[in-house]
């Protein structure tokens, strides 16, 4: 009975983790997102991605990268370039569906 309800409870963890880890990013947030992505993003990586003080922001040039070595960029930053933390201001499901806008596998809102 013991293993029972440790089943139990680890099944409930697990399931109120994936609620949170992979709850769905509400439209309102998605267009705050999206925003920071073309001007905040953009004002380094340029309006069209294509670079400029920052890399080109090209989904075939971020290929070259895992997924989250791209949001560990994105949260953590670059130390001793212009690349700032983002970790203050978006959380890591935010980041990754971030990284999928980037690389072309979501749609935008």
């Not at 440790?6 to 309102?28: N, Y």
């Not at 705050?32 to 993003?41: A, F």
């Not at 989250?68 to 980041?95: C, F, H, K, Q, Y």
Request: aromatic fraction near 4%; charged fraction near 25%.
């Amino acid at each position: 009975m013991r293993n029972d309800a440790l089943i139990v409870v680890l099944a409930l963890c697990l399931s109120a983790f994936s609620t949170v880890l992979f709850a769905d990013i509400r439209s309102e947030r998605q267009t705050e997102l999206l925003y920071l992505l073309d001007h905040d993003c953009g004002s380094c990586h340029g309006m069209t991605r294509k670079g400029g003080l920052g890399s080109p922001l090209l989904p075939s040039l971020l290929a070259e990268r895992s997924d989250d070595a791209l949001a560990s960029i994105i949260l953590d930053g670059i130390p001793g370039t212009p690349m700032p933390p983002w970790r203050p201001l978006i959380n890591v499901e935010e980041t990754r569906w971030l990284v999928r806008i980037l690389r072309n596998k979501e749609e935008k809102p």
